[in-house]
């Protein structure tokens, strides 16, 4: 799964005013998904784009170091 196709399918979930495809354009992103793509798939349509809390860009020391903040 590409991170591209993830961007994709999240910009069409925005763009989309029924709720019943809100639920089903993600959902079929998540049961394509193999277990090496879950980190990336399932936080991104929540907004959480990096490897920290979501809340803003990681540090230049990775992700331990944004705990740390």
């Known amino acids: 799964m590409s991170p591209a196709e993830v961007a994709r ?4 979930v925005a763009a989309e005013p029924a709720r019943s495809r809100k639920v089903s354009l993600p959902a079929a992103v998540f049961r394509a998904a193999g277990p090496p793509d879950v ?3 399932i936080p991104y349509p929540a907004g959480c784009r990096g490897a920290g ?8 020391g990775g992700p331990r170091a944004a705990r740390a903040h």
Do not use: N
């Open 53 to 60: 809390s979501g809340s803003g860009p990681v540090p230049s």
């Open 9 to 12: 399918v999240s910009r069409e």
């Open 39 to 41: 980190p990336v798939v």
